[in-house]
Nanobody, 114 residues
Framework: QVQLVESGGGLVQPGGSLRLSCGASGIIFSSYDMGWYRQAPGKQRELVATITRGGSTNYADFVKGRFTISRDNAKKSVYLQMNSLKPEDTAVYYC????????WGQGTQVTVSS
C-alpha cells in the first residue's frame, strides 16, 4: 500500500516561514523523482518544485528564491522549506512523484494571513 503523508502546514503571517514534510511508505522512494504541488480554493493544482532521484532541483517562477525542496532517501521523506511567505501561497500542499501517480495524500494546509 502506497501512502504519502504531508505535515508541517499551519497559519503564518506574511513574511513568515514553514517547513513541510512528506513521508512515504510502500514504495522504493529513492527510485522516484518527487515534487511538491499545491491547490488553492477555486484554482487548479500547480507544480511548486521538483527534485530528482539524484537531488537536482527545479522551481516554479512564483516560488523561486523563496522555497527550497530537499529529500532524505534514508528517511523516505521530501521537504519544502518555505520562506518569505505571501498570502497568495495559501493552499493545500501535496507531495507526489514528478510523474504523477494516484498516490495523493491528505495534503497539509498552509494559510498566510494578509
Amino acid at each position: 500500500q502506497v501512502q504519502l503523508v504531508e505535515s508541517g502546514g499551519g497559519l503564518v503571517q506574511p513574511g513568515g516561514s514553514l517547513r513541510l514534510s512528506c513521508g512515504a511508505s510502500g514504495i522504493i522512494f529513492s527510485s522516484y523523482d518527487m515534487g511538491w504541488y499545491r491547490q488553492a480554493p477555486g484554482k487548479q493544482r500547480e507544480l511548486v518544485a521538483t527534485i530528482t532521484r539524484g537531488g537536482s532541483t527545479n522551481y516554479a517562477d512564483f516560488v523561486k528564491g523563496r522555497f527550497t525542496i530537499s529529500r532524505d532517501n534514508a528517511k523516505k521523506s521530501v521537504y519544502l522549506q518555505m520562506n518569505s511567505l505571501k498570502p497568495e501561497d495559501t493552499a493545500v500542499y501535496y507531495c507526489n512523484a514528478r510523474i504523477i501517480r494516484e498516490w495523493w495524500g491528505q495534503g497539509t494546509q498552509v494559510t498566510v494571513s494578509s
